[in-house]
């Protein structure tokens, strides 16, 4: 039988409820099942794509806040430093703005190299002041990322793979953002659920009908063993 190809799995909009907020435990059992590393990469805090490995039952392979972590399961590599886009924050809110998350803000708790600003937030003066300390603002269509201009999810790829031992070309990626575009570029098969953005759908090699964590299974079954 032939082996399964190596995962590279986005968690927002693409392992989610139909109405997108809450993972679709519908997903655990076949990653679980997955015959080949699989990739947690996600705009997320570090600590929630870890703790998903480990509630899933899988080795805890993480691309976290767009590329800024990297967990090998061995080692963790930070390819940025949270201080320049905590000092957006900081003259953002002397702006008369927030993050829009509330006095305990644990969207940004654990957050080791990038701020997380609520969608209901204006963009416009957060991309301003951001540009002003020379980085980007992404949206991923959940929150709006102050992030290092060069850390992607595709680089945190290729780290993984280089650490696990496979081949990033013979992976299958699934996203539904823009942040995802760098996976895909990187993989050698992407899929974009059905409620991804343009851009993402864009880039992907494949753009599926069904949406979220839908979306997501049937990608899944359609490479299963073709690895």
Same mark, same amino acid.
């Given at each position: ?67 800024? %972590? ?29 993050? /829009? ?70 992976? %299958? ?14 993989? /050698? ?25 839908? /979306? ?10 073709? /690895?």
């Amino acid at each position: 039988m032939t082996a399964d190809p190596p995962l590279v799995l986005d968690i927002d909009g693409t392992l989610t409820r139909p109405e997108g907020w809450g993972i679709d435990p519908r997903v655990f059992d076949p990653i679980r099942d997955w015959e080949a590393p699989v990739v947690i990469a996600t705009g997320k805090a570090f600590p929630y794509p870890v703790a998903l490995c480990h509630f899933v039952g899988i080795p805890e392979l993480v691309v976290a806040e767009n590329g800024g %972590v990297v967990y090998t399961g061995d080692d963790v590599f930070f390819t940025a430093d949270r201080a320049a886009a905590q000092a957006v924050l900081e003259d953002y809110r002397a702006a008369g703005y927030s993050t /829009g998350w509330g006095p305990e803000n644990t969207v940004n708790r654990w957050r080791e190299t990038e701020i997380a600003v609520n969608l209901e937030q204006p963009i416009e003066p957060l991309r301003e002041i951001a540009a002003a300390h020379g980085l980007e603002v992404v949206d991923t269509g959940y929150a709006y990322h102050v992030k290092d201009t060069d850390p992607n999810k595709g680089d945190g790829l290729e780290t993984v793979a280089e650490h696990v031992g496979f081949d990033p070309e013979a992976a %299958v990626a699934v996203g539904d953002s823009i942040n995802d575009v760098s996976t895909f570029e990187v993989a /050698g098969r992407s899929f974009a659920v059905a409620n991804a953005d343009e851009t993402a759908k864009a880039a992907a090699d494949e753009v599926l009908e069904e949406a979220h964590a839908d /979306g997501t299974l049937a990608a899944l079954e359609q490479v299963r063993g073709s /690895g």
